[in-house]
């Protein structure tokens, strides 16, 4: 009877499948802290949805969207391709819950899978216990959490799960030499590769130790056909072609390794597969990875004619610095005690059970964190986790009252898990969604107002949320932010009305065109693939100039020959871009030809301002003389050239503009945000200025489309 036959497997099993379950309801549990503790923050709510707080989730979110409609536009980035937004439209698909739901709640059931590779592999190595406390400490730590979170709908929510899935499999496989673990590790590195391409890295370094183990059993002249059958599925899953052929191959191989007579022809699938692997170019990306790691730092330079210098993004990335090692310790274990000690758990459980260095490039990916920035530090999380664990229960065996044992166990995973839990409070705090709920009804509201093909120039960090709720195209988003690519919208942002109109118009035509032909290079041989060069370029070049420079002055001072018209254009100039208008500047303030910055135009932004009857007070050493209209920065004085002040009220924004003094900066009151803004006068008179602050707009160039205080949209006429 397949019944009996059933309960007889959870009968054996009941342990850990008891252990599983508690593990993952807690990880869930904790991560609808969040919802406890901000159930009643009606603008993080769409539709009665919660929104999601990561930028990039709106990219899967794009591509989910588009493949449950059934299709999408040229050329608009949106990746019907890949995984995670495949798997998100299936999912939407198969469950009954709103999209927007969906992907708020997919981190926290997908991110919590984390505690099944985690107990199962601890349980292969008969250390079932100290899985289960590794499993309730990585599915909340730190770093881990953060990535994983509810509403941080990324490609993280299983980032970490399949490489611990890999790892689990191999020390399964050496554990109980049972088929099934060839099959698992293969069948994973397949849905790894699929959901993550960027894996191969670690792969590729499991691969490598599971050789170097060969070898040592060559060494003992110990059979190695388990080995090779392992490395030859691993090998194949691995192959640089399309995911059904690397599928079948591996069911077909892993069927004949289960019959006695294909022993014979062993070295031969392995060679085969080897040669295949190098063939296919599996290699290659190591090799480049490899290099860039070597070459990281050199800045972004077109190759063409004119050697354009543009800014480069690394500059202003956050992530990309050292970190310090409390961070770090943190982001793996949540404190550093708790760090230390894990790695010490790390080694004693090596010391024990030697199959646990198989997760050296787990830790070593984790570490690089040191000096690669944070993203990598959850890497470590699970392994240093299995750390902690095994020390913990290594120590209190040595107790001998059972009940004692159990306290002192059951008190130090409470204390390891104290740290991240308050980290959990903390942090939900202060995580809110990208966009909200205001800025998302004006965007869908626009979107029912746009055509599909029509481009929206704003800034990067609007790009996915804004092609997401209006399905429009962007010039650049989350994954298409060089400084070549960045160059003309921070221009378009920061520039007078005429320059930024001009660009907007000739950046778009050109942007689509280039598209075209980078479809066509793909198709070439690389001898015959036309060189394309930044779009800056190529306009400084087709207008008749040899000086980027001169190019870009000639925006500013007349109507130039534009390209043919092919769609609308919109500017998307939301209220959160006022505070890093600074940064959004530093793409385009620089001499291109040479790639010196100019100098920074001035720019001062505060809420908190005091007064008395002679000063304003900005800052310590920034306060204006109410009488004379003149600013104290520090020793020296500046005129103020005008006092504006705006506020929005029932018939729309009103402003004030007081004029003192001929030249100077420009002190800017938003009564409405309680924002005082200074600025220099090219800043005063940029796009984002004019457009969003002042909404004075040149009426042959710009037409408003939607004007609410928390964004504006404008068309462009020309
Ligand atoms: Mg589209």
Known sequence: MANTKYMKWIQQHKTVLVLLLLAYLFSVGVRLLWVYQNGDM???????????????GYFWAEGARDILQGGHQEYDRSPVRQAASQLTAFVAQVLPFDFEAIIFYMPVFLGSLIVVPI????????ETASGFVAALLASIAWSYYNRTMAGYYDTDMLNIVLPTVLLWSLVGAYQTRLRMYQLIAALDILVYRWWYPQSYALEFAFIVFILLYAGFRVYKKHSIRYEIELITLMLLATLMTDGLIRLGLVIVLYLLFTREKAGKYLYLFFGVSVAAFFITGGFDPIWNKLQGYVFQNTTVTSQEDLRLHFFTVMQTIREAGNISFELFANRISGHQITFVLSLAGYVWLCYKHRIMLLALPMVGLGFLALNSGLRFTIYAVPIMALGIGFLIMQTTSYMRHRSLRYIAAGGLSILILLPNLLHVKRYNSHIGPV??????????????????????????????????????KTLIDGGKHRGSANFPVSFVLTQSQLAAAQMARLEVEYTERDYARKEKNRDLPEEQREPIAPTIEQMTLNHGFKDTNLFLQSLQLERIKLPEKTRDIYLYLPYRMLSIYPTVGLFSNLDLMTGKSYERPFFYMTQQVKQDRQFLYFAKNLKMDKKEAVLQIGDSSVPVKRFVQTRYEQSGLQTKVQRFHAQGLNVLFLKSYNTFVIVDEQTYNSLYFQLYILENYDKTLFEPIILSPWAKIYKLKI
């Open 42 to 56: 009606e603008s993080y709510r769409h539709n009665g949805s919660f929104m999601i707080n990561t930028n990039d």
């Open 119 to 126: 107990i199962l592999l601890a349980r292969d190595i008969q």
């Open 435 to 472: 966009f909200n709920k205001q800025e998302v009804q004006l965007l869908e509201k626009f979107g029912n107002m746009a055509q599909r093909e029509d481009y929206v120039v704003t800034w990067w960090d609007y790009g996915y949320p804004v092609r997401y709720y209006s399905d429009v």
